[in-house]
């Protein structure tokens, strides 16, 4: 095995979810380089969970990539080849495809887990070099519903307008389809903190999860019901008089026409609806309301549905109704889950935006970014595809077909909605080309696999879910045959005609990206390493300034006004209406998915680690005691779950904390257990989110009668 070549400790941050907790990397270990706790970094104070202890296993050359590979013609092989070979093969590749098809028969797909400099040389190469506008991420299937609310609401989209230190001060926390305790574990302290303060947890999910079992009230609706529960709790607040009148006066507009739709939501036929009876409905009313502050937390369970947009709008409105927004210690947030989730989408990598959160349809912002590049801006393409379509256009023999594809961080073969079907369009492509640091199971589909280095390896900031901007920096030396993703993109941009623009350094692209995002709604003008590393993180926006004091940054937003054109926040008059797919006679059962503790995202890093296989070694299905007693199932007894687009198959796991209507699976397996096999692709109409949550199935005995 050949180890990292460690430095002396470096502080640095974690590489998974976007707690992005702070971590030292220090010379020791197995594989040459050891996590030490950094407890002066406020968002975890030292606090880490075992995917952050284990990280640097998968530094090791014994379980990532560490030289190009090709695909052989003859052989059908992925063999390992020099850089220059692998280069020249994409370089006449991707210039082929374009010369053939057009500029928008080649797609970029990236990932949220790349850094600000990354996802902005991605999205700049994609519009510049390659000329298309086929580019967006795997952020696409994080938050966009919550982002689309929040802009809408608010006129900006930021994950958690103040910090994560805010929620112990508040007096209630309505958590909304989140399990941090196994999804982010050190935010966990921030609950409990916030309960022995004596304010209230409230917990809405279909399954009673560890973060459930923490709270005051625990919720169950049925999965694809949150909108009507949070349009039934309106309801209530406007009926028991508890509606803030003087800031609904003074701060918002469009109140009648949503006090409107939410008074057509009656408490008792919410509880039809959604399972969750009239009396804990109120309870949560009163909850609360009581205490003079409040937040509304949601994640992926509200988001990941066809209507997780207006799902988001309706808990924002609560928000709103209750004068619980724009004032010290309440407000909605949402908690965002890759790494670069926040940051990832604000540089471009976006199908539709541009550097500093700007929109690509946008004249003034189009002129802006092209006058930091130095190009037309009627030379930029217009906004593309969203991250499902873009997959579900790759390998078409039609005329607006995306025929190859530059994949970078991102593996959605087992990430992506209605899985199989991803694959089989990826193995359709006329040139696939990954960027991976280890040959997951994307990758193995390639034509050309490129290695490349990761996070303890390469500087660069990201932004985690407060919008605190944060450097992480190279600690260790990564293997001789490994290069950056920026260095990759230098090179790719050089073969391509383009020998001035994508620098490799990574410092060198922050400044242009500085430039690039001033005046946008995601201003990082005013932010820069030396200020990041002094100040542990800076929260945008922060804007330059003009020779005076430099701007301190914005951690808590709208406390004086939103960012709308008035200042004012605005309803949504939103209302219910059922899942793409609802259980019939055929496919009675509802299927949701989700994550558990020792495990992240597609896994394909995670599945690497020993002590994380350990804990968590295959996919399951958890199914209620009645459920698994009309199939005749026991615990680890083997079930497949169908749905319309596919079957799974994993071991029984039967408890009492999940609806009897219900299934859950987790998705970071591939396999005959992989979930997203099931999930159905149907998309929010604003933000393009496919409705991972919820979908019909049926759920047999494997070998029964």
Not at 72 to 77: C, I, L, N, P, Q
Not at 363 to 381: D, T
Not at 550 to 578: K, Q
Request: some cysteine; glycine content about 10%.
């Amino acid at each position: 095995m050949t180890h990292a070549t460690a430095r002396p400790a470096i502080d640095t941050h974690c590489p998974y979810c976007a707690l992005q907790c702070g971590m030292r990397l220090a010379p020791g270990g197995g594989v040459g380089v050891e996590v030490r706790e950094r407890p002066e970094f406020p968002v975890n104070r030292g606090a880490l969970c075992g995917k952050g202890r284990t990280a640097p296993e998968v530094l090791s050359s014994a379980v990532r990539l560490t030289e190009p590979l090709v695909r052989d013609e003859a052989s059908g092989a992925l063999l390992p080849a020099s850089w220059e070979t692998a280069l020249d093969r994409v370089a006449a590749g991707l210039a082929g495809v374009r010369a053939l098809h057009g500029a928008d028969a080649v797609g970029v797909f990236g990932g949220g887990g790349l850094t600000n400099e990354k996802a902005y040389a991605l999205g700049k190469f994609t519009r510049l070099v390659l000329g298309s506008s086929q580019i967006d991420y795997n952020g696409r299937f994080c938050m966009s519903s919550a982002a689309a609310a929040g802009t809408r609401a608010f006129g900006v989209d930021r994950g958690l307008p103040f910090p994560l230190a805010d929620v112990p001060r508040t007096g209630c926390v309505l958590l909304v389809g989140s399990n941090p305790a196994e999804t982010m574990p050190p935010a966990l302290r921030y609950f409990t903190e916030l309960r022995e303060n004596g304010g209230t947890l409230i917990v809405v999910d279909p399954r009673r999860t560890r973060t459930a079992e923490q709270a005051d009230l625990h919720l169950a609706p049925r999965p694809g019901t949150d909108l009507a529960l949070a349009l039934g709790m309106l309801h209530l607040v406007v009926a028991e008089g508890r509606v803030d009148e003087a800031f609904v006066a003074e701060r918002t507009s469009g109140w009648p026409a949503a006090r409107a739709a939410a008074m057509a939501h009656w408490p008792e036929w919410v509880e039809r609806i959604t399972g969750v009876s009239v009396p804990q409905l109120r309870a949560a009313v009163e909850m609360f309301c009581a205490p003079e502050a409040a937040m509304v937390l949601t994640a992926r369970g509200p988001e990941q549905q066809a209507k997780g947009t207006d799902t988001v709008g309706a808990w924002i409105n609560l928000c709103l109704a209750t004068g619980r927004a724009g004032r010290p210690f309440s407000g909605y947030g949402c908690l965002t889950g890759q790494g670069n989730g926040q940051g990832g989408r604000e540089h471009g990598q976006k199908a539709d935006q541009l550097p500093g959160y700007r929109l690509l349809a946008d004249p003034a912002a189009r002129a802006h970014v092209a006058g930091v590049w130095g190009v037309a801006p009627e030379s930029l393409p217009g906004p593309g595809r969203s991250a499902y379509e873009l997959l579900d256009a790759l390998g078409r023999d039609t005329p607006d077909g995306v025929r190859a594809l530059l994949l970078l961080a991102s593996n959605p073969v087992v990430s992506a909605p209605r899985a199989a079907h991803v694959e089989e369009r990826m193995r359709a492509l006329d040139l696939l080309v990954v960027c991976d640091v280890v040959l997951s199971e994307s990758a193995r589909l390639a034509d050309v696999v490129l290695p490349v280095t990761q996070w303890a390896e390469e500087t660069g900031t990201l932004t985690n879910l407060e919008g605190r901007v944060l450097l992480r920096r190279r600690a260790v030396d990564p293997p001789p045959g490994c290069r950056s993703d920026l260095e990759v993109l230098h090179a790719l941009a050089a073969r391509l005609g383009w020998e001035k623009g994508f620098p490799s350094d990574p410092a060198e692209v922050f400044e242009e990206l500085r430039r690039a995002s001033a005046g946008g709604r995601a201003d990082y003008s005013g932010i820069t390493y030396a200020r990041i590393e002094a100040e542990d993180g800076v929260f945008w926006p922060c804007p330059e300034g003009d020779g005076g004091p430099p701007h301190p940054g914005t951690p808590r937003m709208f406390l004086d006004r939103f960012a709308t054109e008035d200042g004012r926040a605005r309803f949504a008059p939103v209302s219910h209406r059922p899942s793409a797919e609802e259980p019939d006679e055929e496919y009675p059962v509802l299927l949701t998915t989700g994550r558990v503790l020792a495990q992240y995202q597609s896994g394909a890093q995670t599945r690497r680690v020993a002590e994380l296989n350990a804990a968590a070694p295959g996919p399951f299905v958890q199914l209620h005691p009645r459920l698994a007693g009309r199939l005749g199932a026991v615990e680890g007894d083997a079930l497949a779950v169908v749905s319309r687009r596919g079957r799974a198959v994993a071991p029984a796991r039967i408890s009492p904390d999940i609806r009897p209507d219900t299934v859950f699976m987790p998705f970071h397996w591939p396999g005959e257990g992989r979930a997203n096999s099931l999930t159905n692709p149907a998309l929010d109409p604003t933000s393009r989110m496919p409705e991972f949550k919820v979908c019909a199935v049926r759920v047999e005995l494997v070998g029964g009668d």
